[in-house]
């Protein structure tokens, strides 16, 4: 990006958020225009939001894997820009672990079949044929939407376990709209003729991907470094609490310290990135009670992460496994080195994440962290993927609001709030939790991108850029005068099989 520093009257732009959208959309008004400075305020010590990279005596880690894989060209070109030779080509491997047994992911066929056996094989083909004559009339359900495309028994072994592990409720209560977005694009008959020729052209199944060396965070660090070069700010420690306006137009954004302190920050624009109930509360004054009432019936999924440092190197070769199996409460296996040797600063060891599943309050959220380690290396002996004496040290890292919840009420209430927040003239929301809307890295930075253009004088729809049309899909993307291209990003996956 050019230095293009604004000018000495630019006028204001609150950005709430230093995650991946937040970010897009300062690093966007600065490349586009000197008119505006933007304002950027995170609430936690680093940014990055859930793609960030933390740190641990010299380890990083992510927040769950991210992978840098889009057909998006403004986002491939801001990658590129802020990166450049940071990126580097990660092969992937990665497993799915059910019933005491790993299955390659993606489905290779002689392992598949010496696994599950070939009576149970045929058993899972009957299954697919009877739903396929016989399927759910309506598909409303996340697990209706799955039995008609791979059939009740391969549901049964393959997806509902883990999909209730991930979520917390049963897949009859998550709406259809989620497997649309996470699996659109594979099918059983798909799967197997991959599974037997080794063709692989589903997106979310690519064979390799590229990664910043230090980490997804690294792309963000970046990036803020980048547009306080450039004559923005990017705040850390600073949570925005309130959000003031005057009938439909914001007039500022009071952010708080951890002290407790208080400043109002006067805005020309305001872009949100933080959880839409969150945001909901901080207006002033509210907005009326059946929108108040709408964000209340949002719902999200939290999830922590047991990064355990291990005394040797290597003890498997995947970047990831699945855990299937409701045996252990780890829902997935990173391994750090195997995304970047580089996120290690001793070869002689390994770093490995172990994911959990949760909510804020419960049982997990609430263990101690000599117990969460404790329980993490336990799970991961039992494993038999490293012994408990291979343990030599630990870091822990919880995350509210990781994900948006799909359940029946959500679409109700986001319609609800969608009417009432494009009523406002000068205020926008964008990202995974500011649009409620499991978006992968890549669509979150393109409803900032739009974000950003809007300001300037552009008409874009931010809140059409989702992943249930999009994902897997040819998404129709608007560059300058006109351009298309489609979009498959893979970021975080929580898919099941």
Avoid at 113 to 122: D, K, R
């Amino acid at each position: 990006m050019e230095n293009t520093k604004p000018k000495q009257d630019a006028r204001p732009v609150v950005i709430i958020g230093g995650g991946p959208a937040g970010l897009t959309a300062a690093y966007e008004l600065q490349r586009r225009s000197q008119d505006y400075c933007p304002l950027v305020f995170e609430g936690g010590d680093i940014v990055g939001g859930i793609a960030r990279t933390e740190t641990h005596n010299g380890y990083r880690f992510d927040i769950g894997g991210h992978r840098f894989f889009t057909k998006v060209p403004e986002v491939e070109a801001m990658w590129r820009e802020v990166l450049g030779e940071e990126f580097i080509t990660v092969p992937r491997q990665s497993r799915i672990y059910y019933r005491g047994k790993f299955f390659n992911y993606p489905l290779r066929i002689f392992n598949a079949l010496s696994n599950i056996g070939v009576y149970e094989s045929v058993r899972i083909m009957l299954s697919y044929a009877k739903w396929r004559v016989r399927p759910h009339r309506n598909e409303d359900s996340f697990e209706e939407w799955v039995q008609n495309r791979f059939g009740g028994r391969l549901y049964m072994h393959f997806f509902r376990s883990y999909t209730e592990k991930v979520w917390g409720i049963p897949p009859a209560s998550i709406r259809a709209d989620w497997a649309a977005q996470r699996i659109k694009n594979l099918s059983l008959t798909k799967a197997v003729v991959n599974a037997i020729s080794g063709a692989n052209d589903t997106a979310s199944l690519i064979e390799e991907f590229q990664y910043p060396r230090l980490g997804p965070g690294q792309m963000w660090e970046m990036t803020s470094d980048m547009v306080d070069r450039n004559g923005g700010s990017v705040e850390h420690r600073m949570k925005a609490t309130r959000v003031l306006r005057d009938g439909n137009r914001i007039t500022a954004v009071e952010v708080t310290d951890r002290s407790g302190e208080t400043r109002l920050v006067e805005a020309d624009h305001v872009v949100n990135t933080m959880a839409l109930t969150d945001l909901i509360a901080a207006f002033d004054p509210p907005p009326p009670d059946h929108v108040r009432q709408a964000a209340d019936k949002l719902r999200y999924r939290d999830f922590l992460i047991v990064t355990l440092i291990l005394n040797r190197a290597d003890p498997f070769p995947d970047n990831w496994i699945y855990v299937h199996s409701p045996d252990v409460k780890v829902g997935r296996i990173q391994n750090f080195r195997a995304w970047s040797a580089d996120m290690l600063p001793d070869p002689e060891t390994a770093s490995i994440g172990m994911e959990f599943f949760c909510q804020e309050g419960d049982g997990l959220w609430t263990m101690s962290d000599e117990d969460l380690r404790a329980l993490a290396t336990r799970e991961l002996a039992q494993l038999e993927l490293a012994e408990e004496g291979d343990v030599i040290d630990a870091a822990i890292i919880r995350q509210p609001k990781a994900y948006p919840v799909y359940d029946g009420e959500y679409k109700d209430a986001l319609d609800v709030l969608q009417d009432w927040i494009c009523g406002l003239e000068n205020f926008q929301t964008v990202g995974r939790n500011g649009l409620h809307r499991y978006n992968n890295q890549d669509h979150s930075m393109l409803s900032a991108m739009y974000a950003a253009r809007n300001i300037l004088g552009e008409e874009h729809d931010v809140w059409d850029v989702n992943v249930e049309r999009s994902y897997h899909e040819e998404f129709e993307l608007k560059k300058d005068d006109a351009n298309s291209a489609e979009t498959a990003s893979d970021d975080q996956r929580l898919q099941s099989a």
